[in-house]
């Protein structure tokens, strides 16, 4: 395995234009998460998937942007009709089932990221 | 609601140096701690973790300890190196049978000078 594997690294891409971040967790991992970091912050939490079902989402996935793991595999992250605001590393991270990581703590693992520049 | 505050980078230090940076939290129950280090150009990667109070969790030199009454997980080096130079992330999460999302801290960016 080789760890969780995020498509492409960078998208260079003009305002109002849609874009799709791929994401391929760790095969044994049945939660993935992803997060956005902008510059000089920490990664913020976007939304979480059990296998195929999403389970939480937060209030910056705003209706522009989905997300889907359709066969509880790999997951996709769409934005559509990007602003400017929307630039930032989005990172991908997956996670045993809580509980079952060592000593019971949820430990991520996360994908190098996929950096979005939106002109 | 749950949330970590860091000490503010960057921090500067001469191969050899002690090093501390600082991390409180505010959290409801019995939170999981973290840290993750950031190497320039590669994703986030656990540094140590504790899961409850006392805890203290270590690796490749680093030690933090996770502290209920002061609501503090510190993490500390004894004599860092260049190649310790990255971004240092705090994080908690919820207690066991939770969410298990992270709730990160801003990021505490370490250069080290040889």
């Known amino acids: 395995d080789t760890g969780v594997s995020q498509d492409p690294r960078h998208k260079i891409t003009k305002r109002g234009q849609n874009v799709t971040f791929r994401c391929d967790p760790i095969s044994e991992h049945n939660r993935l998460y992803w997060y956005r970091q902008t510059l000089g912050q920490g990664p913020e939490f976007l939304t979480y998937f059990q296998n195929e079902a999403q389970l939480e989402k937060s209030r910056l996935l705003s209706d522009r942007f989905s997300a889907e793991r359709p066969k509880g595999s790999f997951s996709t992250l769409e934005i559509q009709r990007t602003e400017q605001g929307d630039s930032a590393m989005y990172l991908c991270a997956s996670s045993h089932p809580v509980g079952q990581g060592a000593n019971g703590a949820n430990v991520l693992t996360f994908g190098a990221g996929s950096r979005l520049t939106v002109l | 609601g749950n949330s970590v505050t860091q000490m503010e980078g960057p921090v500067t230090l001469s191969e050899e140096a002690f090093l501390t940076i600082n991390c409180t939290y505010t959290a409801t129950g019995y939170p999981s701690l973290f840290w993750y280090v950031q190497y320039p150009g590669e994703g986030l990667q656990l540094l140590l973790k504790?899961?409850?109070?006392?805890d203290k969790g270590s690796n490749k030199g680093f030690e933090a300890t996770y502290r209920k009454e002061t609501t503090s997980f510190h993490l500390e080096k004894g004599s860092v190196q260049v190649s310790d130079s990255a971004v240092y992330f705090c994080?908690?999460?919820?207690?066991?049978?939770?969410?298990?999302?992270?709730?990160f801290g801003k990021g505490t960016k370490l250069s080290v000078k040889p």
């Open positions: 504790a899961t409850k109070a006392d």
């Open positions: 994080a908690l999460s919820g207690p066991r049978g939770s969410q298990g999302n992270l709730i």
